[in-house]
């Protein structure tokens, strides 16, 4: 390879992110690393090693803890910060909910997805971080389409889709004013066959739930959710078991299943290349409620 | 499987095991191709598009589901490819884009990143945008319209950006009936206009968007067209030596120092490299400090890198313990980029605020931010007639200018052209925190050149030098002569002194103004606190460079007569001179060891061959001769007179006397 010096794909992909976290421990103060356990911020962690080793991050991790979790991703949340000997911080909606800050929803179609928004935005404030690594993708949804590397959240941790900074070159303008901050997204330009296909080529580990496992499902608006007691059924809903996956690792209540039957690194690939339906469309309710719903979350401030 | 994509709808994963998908993903070298589109609203852009991913089986059954839905809703009847690639609600609901929106696909050759950018009024700002990392521009033109302002427009600022490729594709030429001769004169047309522009690589390709004619597929109806469609080229077009390979540019982002617990010694510079190829090993030099190290290690988290290349990100390790941190350059010491806090650039103005005379900005350019001190503009460019407004002294959202910055201290930089990361830059509202501008270094003008010094001490970064060109010429003027520097080399006891000497009495008698600065006299006073290794050489020979080019500025002709023994400081020497357009002649004054041992005026030969004197010039240290002097003197058995008057008569020549 060195002769033609040619950088496959995915190790430019990956040279361009680094440079994107390096940039930012450099120009802000207090950056944070969002850690959700899931498949894109497992790639974060790998970045973050690339990145900063043989010395520890310059950050701290956190994870936006919904209560509502896939217990195999806490799990191997934990695992993998007791792996790496970094800190993790939680951020608990529970806590949000117990202050009174948010208000639960109730009903079959209850989720904690959107009090999320309002834990995050706390978290933020009072660890007065000032940059915030996300694992978003702008292949996921057409909304993340349009934003920066570098995204400036105001005052209310708001996004402003029309006044955003022009990014040019690899200049990053990491320049804020006193309680504001930036969602820093490394990953922008990768899509998820890029993140499966790193993923193997790393040898990462990910939670067991992105493999095929048999599970006591119900179908809903052609989703299949995991039976649990965070989720209340309607009449018309019955259980049944399949064999499915996660392809995103989300909050319960809005996180959907594929049938699958892909158990191994390599399989997950070969299904996702050949896949026929995005991500979120496919497991994620909560983009599915109105047209403009992943604009109208970021814009409050959602990841 | 489908030749073109991977998510081909239909296609079975049973065809194929997946292992054997998996693999032939890992093995497949594939490379990345950016490219931006731009074409004025309506042109078929967005439709252009969403018929590359559709055609070319991107387009995945939910996406399509919400085309199809908001087609219906919209009331037409076929299906709209251009909702594929609109984004956000305001932009849905006036029907145009607004931002520049990535997307991405790919193919069995390559991965592609596509920078949309819009085609409304802000379009200048999207489009530098969009186009700032590109490696290939597609600019649509409408076959009805043919060559529209806006085209130019496209085509002027990817020439400006660099953009190595160019695709013209003229679209709906269903409209036109597939007429040859309406594409062959658009293509006359735009080609006339990209003359006088520079644009490497241009290809034209009639296109309906519309109907997929030539975008992924072969179209039936323009049997005459003998290119490829557009996704054949895109797949194929040969982007590998648009990088620059040759200079070493390395910006250090940030310092990688674990706690004494890890390891106390590690110290490491981590950044992407921005041009050449780096190797343990290499001679480096830190810019802007002027440091001279090696590098150690080239380090990564999957181990020890042997060959580090753009746009590789590594951490390098250095032998020597030196101030190196965010903001310096790591270079190869026999190609340096320039150092400076002056220069021409190209801007394009981003901001709806106007530039204001008094307002604080700043620049930031590769890892360094400075304070812009002063910016000139020098001319807007009016990108539909190229022509240059210079009554201008502001500019306004979507200008585009040449401008003389001045900054608060100096940045490492090469131009543009020469390289896309060490030669672009951005401006930011201080205030504000804006993104104000984005600008390209030009290779004009550059009014200080890097002038490396082995002592590392050639810097003086903060303090600009005062002297411009208009006070020389006037100084020109009033003297009615211009200065020089004749810089006399060679062993000592060669005769440099006697020649320059006489040289010296002549001018006078001519009543020029002429100054000898004998190496021996100036180690008295200025330089009397070196030594004779090489770095005080070389220290030596800038000082008394430096004294000699005050002369020369100020209408004297130096001349000097310093051994110096080495051919890199004679040539610092000489291109300090070259950056201020002073003349400077290297006379070799070259005479046999044997017949200046002979002569030995100062008696040094025989001390030194005593062993008195270390590091004497011929006897225990080196001389490397010029190897193009402007003259070559003492080795035609000449005398002093004779040598004198061939001296004089280069100054003749070069229009000194
Ligand atoms: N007849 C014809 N119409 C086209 C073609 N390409 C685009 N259009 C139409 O031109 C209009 C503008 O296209 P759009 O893609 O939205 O343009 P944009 O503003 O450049 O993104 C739409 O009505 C398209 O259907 C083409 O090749 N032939």
Redo the contacts with the bound molecule.
């Keep these: 390879m060195p002769a033609t010096y040619h950088l496959p794909h995915l190790r430019t992909l990956e040279a361009e992110a680094i440079h994107v976290m390096r940039e930012t421990v450099a120009e802000f103060e207090r950056p944070v690393l969002l850690f959700s356990g899931g498949k894109d911020s497992i790639v974060l962690l790998r970045l973050a090693e690339k990145a900063f080793r043989p010395a520890p991050f310059p950050f701290p991790l956190m994870h936006v803890d919904t209560g509502h979790n896939f217990p195999e991703a806490i799990e191997y949340r934990d695992r993998r910060v007791a792996e790496l000997g970094e800190r993790l911080i939680v951020a608990s909606v529970q806590e949000s909910i117990d202050k009174g800050r948010v208000v639960e929803q109730t009903g079959p179609r209850a989720s904690r997805n959107a009090l999320q928004t309002v834990t995050l935005l706390d978290a933020i404030s009072e660890h007065g971080f000032d940059a915030a690594f996300g694992g978003a993708r702008r292949d996921e949804e057409r909304a993340r389409a349009k934003e920066r590397i570098l995204s400036f959240r105001d005052r209310f941790g708001q996004w402003e889709p029309q006044k955003q900074r022009p990014e040019v070159w690899s200049l990053y303008n990491g320049r804020i004013h006193k309680g504001e901050h930036a969602r820093v997204f490394p990953i922008s330009n990768w899509t998820e066959l890029d993140v499966w296909q790193y993923i193997a080529e790393e040898e990462l580990e990910v939670p067991s739930i992105y493999f095929a496992h048999d599970r006591e499902v119900f179908a809903r608006d052609g989703m299949l959710y995991a039976v649990s007691p965070l989720i209340e059924m309607m009449e018309d809903e019955a259980p049944f078991s399949a064999r499915v996956r996660y392809r995103t690792v989300g909050d319960m209540s809005c996180t959907g299943a594929v049938e699958s039957d892909a158990a191994t690194l390599a399989e997950v690939v070969a299904e996702i290349a050949a896949t026929e339906i995005t991500e979120r469309g496919q497991t994620r309710a909560d983009d599915r409620v109105t047209e403009a719903a992943m604009e109208d979350r970021k814009r409050q401030g959602y990841f | 499987m489908n030749g073109h994509g991977a998510h081909a709808p239909g296609a079975t994963v049973e065809a194929e095991s997946s292992a054997d998908v998996f693999r032939r993903l890992a093995d497949r070298p594939v490379d990345l191709l950016r490219f931006a589109t731009a ?12 018929r590359l991913l559709y055609d070319s089986k991107q387009v995945l059954a939910d996406q399509l589901a919400h085309v199809e839905q908001a087609s219906r809703r919209k009331g037409e009847g ?1 299906l ?3 909702l594929l ?1 609109d984004g956000l609600r305001a932009e849905r609901e006036q029907g ?2 607004i931002d520049v929106a990535y997307r991405y696909f790919a193919t069995a050759q390559r991965r592609f990143i596509i920078a949309d950018t ?2 409304h009024e802000q379009y200048t700002r999207n489009m530098v945008t969009g186009a700032s990392t590109a490696d290939l521009a597609i600019v ?1 033109v409408d076959a009805r319209k043919g060559v529209l302002a806006q085209s130019k427009r496209h085509a002027f600022i990817s020439s400006l950006l660099g953009i190595p490729h160019v695709v013209v594709c003229v ?5 036109v009936d597939f007429q040859e001769e309406v594409f062959n004169e658009i293509v006359e047309e735009f080609d006339a206009f990209a003359a006088r522009l520079e644009m490497p690589d241009v290809t034209f390709i009639p ?5 997929g ?1 030539n975008v992924v597929d072969r179209s039936e109806s323009m049997p005459w067209y003998q290119g490829p469609p557009l996704l054949y080229h895109l797949e194929h077009v040969h982007i590998a030596s648009d990088r620059n390979l040759i200079d070493v540019r390395f910006p250090v982002q940030w310092v990688i120092r674990p706690p004494a617990t890890i390891d106390a010694d590690y110290r490491a510079y981590a950044g992407q490299v921005a041009g050449g190829i780096m190797r343990p090993g290499d001679e480096v030099v830190v810019l802007p400090g002027g440091q001279r190290t090696t590098i150690a290690d080239i380090d990564s988290y999957d181990g020890p890198v042997e060959e580090a290349f753009p746009p590789m990100s590594v951490a390098v390790r250095l032998t020597d313990d030196i101030d190196v941190g965010r903001g310096s350059t790591i270079v190869r010491t026999h190609n340096q980029p320039t150092v400076a806090n002056r220069f021409e650039a190209l801007v394009c103005w981003m901001s709806e605020q106007p530039l204001q005379p008094g307002r604080r900005y700043l620049v930031k350019h590769t890892t360094r931010t400075a304070m812009v001190g002063k910016v000139d503009v020098r001319y807007r460019i009016d990108v539909e007639s190229l022509r240059r407004d210079e009554e201008v002294d502001t500019l306004s959202l979507n200008d585009l200018a040449r401008v003389h910055l001045e900054l608060s201290s100096p940045l490492v930089f090469d131009s543009y052209r020469r390289n896309r990361v060490t030669g672009s830059l951005i401006m930011i509202d201080e205030a504000t925190n804006d993104t104000v501008a984005a600008g390209v270094i030009l290779d004009t003008e550059v009014e200080e050149a890097p002038a490396p010094a082995r002592s590392g001490t050639e810097r003086s970064p903060n303090v600009r030098w005062q002297g411009t060109r208009t006070t020389r010429e006037r100084r020109r003027e009033a003297l009615g002569h211009i200065g020089a520097t004749l810089w006399f080399t060679g062993l000592p006891g060669a005769g440099k002194s006697t020649v320059a000497a006489a040289v010296e009495e002549r001018l006078l008698q001519m009543g020029r103004p002429a100054f000898m600065l004998d190496g021996d006299n100036l180690r008295h006073g200025l330089n009397g606190d070196l030594g004779f290794d090489e770095a005080a050489r070389a220290e030596n020979v800038r000082r008394t460079a430096h004294v000699a080019r005050l002369l020369a500025e100020s209408g004297t002709v130096a001349l000097v007569s310093l051994v110096s023994p080495y051919a890199a400081d004679r040539r610092n020497a000489a291109s300090l001179h070259e950056t201020d357009e002073l003349e400077f002649f290297e006379v070799f004054v070259d005479a046999p060891l044997e017949v200046c041992e002979q002569r030995d005026p100062k008696g040094l030969y025989a001390r030194a061959r005593a062993g008195e004197l270390a590091g004497m010039t011929g006897v225990g240290a080196p001389y490397e001769p010029p190897t193009a002097a402007d003259l070559t003197l003492g080795s035609s058995g000449e005398t002093v007179e004779e040598e004198v008057e061939r001296v004089l008569d280069l100054l003749r020549e070069r229009g000194v006397i």
Excluded: E, H, Q, Y
Aim: proline share 3%.
């Design positions: 074409g004025s609203v309506d042109d078929g852009k967005s439709t252009l598009i969403g076929v709209d490819l251009s690639t145009i884009t819009p085609g649509l679209n709906k030429m269903d409209l296109i309906s968007a519309l109907l004619d």
